[in-house]
């Protein structure tokens, strides 16, 4: 229970930061999700006996969490803010975060009626092919932009001029398709143009 609560916690305030607004720091958004990952891969090791329905929901919950994490990352605002990308969550991002709770949710529950090993279901495991899955889609948006990555926390990059942070009017803006924001569509398209040869679209 203190572990769920904990979790809980966890995803409030990373949605609470996320609708604010923050840096897209490299290791954030690439290395988090495999390190999440390869733990919850790791609690597979250790359980000792499987059955038919275990396979089937564990395979599900793979498709479940790439998929929605993919779709996730296709919902947010990229922006710049002093001279580094931001990524900010919309509507449409807490809307995908309720549905992919509740498929989640529902192949929990249906394995269980089925029969399910509770410990081949880990929680690690789907939260970080939800990430993975985001960090693919979010990932190529924020390389096609051009713009750099944030740095880590504790490592400052130099001044440069920028917009301030953005207020509700621009916010709201920023919720339209934009140059600093492709979907992942245009992203595929820009990066597929740099690989052969042509120069990222800038505005």
Not at 24 to 43: R, S, T
Not at 161 to 174: E, V
Not at 181 to 194: Q, W
């Amino acid at each position: 229970m203190t572990t769920a609560l904990l979790m809980a916690a966890g995803v409030v305030y990373v949605l609470v930061r996320r609708f604010v607004g923050e840096p897209v720091v490299a290791k954030d958004v690439f290395v988090v999700p495999l390190v999440l990952a390869g733990i919850g891969v790791h609690d597979l090791t250790a359980v000792g006996h499987w059955n038919a329905v275990d396979v089937v929901i564990l395979v599900l919950g793979i498709v479940v969490g790439l998929g929605f994490g993919a779709w996730r990352g296709t919902s947010t605002t990229l922006e710049p803010r002093h001279g580094v990308l931001h990524q900010r969550y919309t509507r449409r991002t807490l809307g995908i975060w309720l549905a992919s709770l509740a498929a989640g949710g529902a192949l929990t529950l249906t394995g269980r009626t089925l029969g399910m090993h509770e410990e081949t279901r880990p929680v690690m495991l789907s939260i970080g092919l939800g990430m993975l899955g985001e960090a693919v889609t979010l990932g190529a948006r924020a390389l096609a932009t051009g713009l750099p990555f944030s740095p880590p926390p504790g490592r400052e990059v130099s001044p440069q001029p920028a917009d301030p942070t953005p207020d509700a009017a621009s916010r709201r803006a920023c919720d339209r398709p934009s140059a600093h924001s492709p979907t992942f569509t245009e992203a595929v398209r820009r990066l597929r143009g740099d690989a052969t040869g042509h120069h990222r679209w800038r505005d």
